[in-house]
């Protein structure tokens, strides 16, 4: 089937085409079998799942759109056995990723096919302009392993995020316990609360090392870290914010 691919709890993966009236019962089958510009709709329910984007034959990744029924009810769980959705290193692509409840994500900061396992929500590898909307991202863990374990719900390096209408909520990690972005990512975050994450080190809700971020309409409150509870980071634009009861050893808010 294809370009656009449907996933039910009651779907199968063994005989089933991915049709509408033939849908998958994975998510990955979909991101197996998608092609550049396909898109899969995921009915509600709950898929336990440690979904990877897949390169094509040209050393891409395939961009295919994930489109969840709703929010709320639509739930990708890692179940603490891996990351919730990895899109692996040098991507060149563009996915939205829309309409899901993520959590339970966990990564163990060890190499794996060519990168470190960071972001136990969403990771984003190198080299994507990925759209993140209407999200629910909570119960998250990042750990370190070989490398440190940074950005509990969300973590970027060197991409371009464009983070809209996202609730991230008791994720933790070393640093970066709501989200980290390294190496020159570039990140607009709009109308998101940020809550209630944890890092050990800095940056209890957002982590920036080396990136552009800019915040508008958002709320941040009550992340802990031992340095900048709600931010820490070198380059920000802040609009119509409010950054309110996080609470670190130094630099509480900012």
């Known amino acids: 089937s294809g370009p656009t691919w449907y996933i039910t709890e009651s779907g199968n993966d063994t005989i089933a085409t991915g049709a509408i009236?033939?849908?998958?019962?994975?998510i990955q089958a979909a991101l197996n079998f998608?092609?550049?510009?396909?898109?899969?709709f995921v009915a509600e329910g709950l898929y336990n799942e440690n979904l990877v984007y897949r390169y094509d034959e040209i050393e891409s990744v395939r961009n295919v759109s994930l489109i969840g029924e709703d929010k709320e009810t639509t739930i990708i769980d890692g179940q603490n056995n891996g990351i919730c959705i990895k899109l692996p290193t040098n991507g060149y692509s563009s996915p939205l990723i829309k309409g899901f409840r993520i959590r339970n994500g966990y990564a163990n900061g060890q190499m794996e096919n060519g990168s470190f396992n960071q972001g136990g929500g969403v990771m984003v590898d190198h080299n994507y302009l990925v759209s993140l909307h209407d999200l629910i991202i909570e119960n998250c863990t990042a750990v370190s392993g070989g490398a440190d374990g940074i950005g509990g719900g969300i973590f970027s390096v060197t991409s371009s995020l464009d983070i809209l209408?996202?609730?991230?909520?008791?994720?933790?990690?070393?640093?970066?316990?709501?989200?980290?972005?390294?190496?020159?990512?570039?990140v607009l975050i709009t109308n998101t609360t940020i809550?209630?994450?944890?890092?050990?080190?800095?940056?209890?809700?957002?982590?920036?090392?080396n990136s552009n971020i800019t915040l508008t309409n958002c709320k941040i409150s009550g992340n802990v870290a031992t340095t900048g509870g709600g931010i820490y980071g070198?380059?920000?634009i802040i609009r119509n914010s409010e950054i309110t009861n996080n609470s670190a050893g130094y630099a509480g808010a900012i």
């Open 234 to 236: 070198e380059y920000g």
């Open 21 to 26: 009236g033939d849908p998958f019962r994975s």
């Open 195 to 209: 809550s209630n994450n944890t890092a050990d080190a800095d940056g209890g809700g957002i982590r920036g090392q």
């Open 165 to 186: 209408n996202v609730n991230l909520n008791q994720n933790t990690a070393e640093s970066g316990g709501g989200m980290y972005f390294s190496h020159e990512s570039s």
């Open 34 to 40: 998608g092609n550049d510009n396909d898109t899969a």
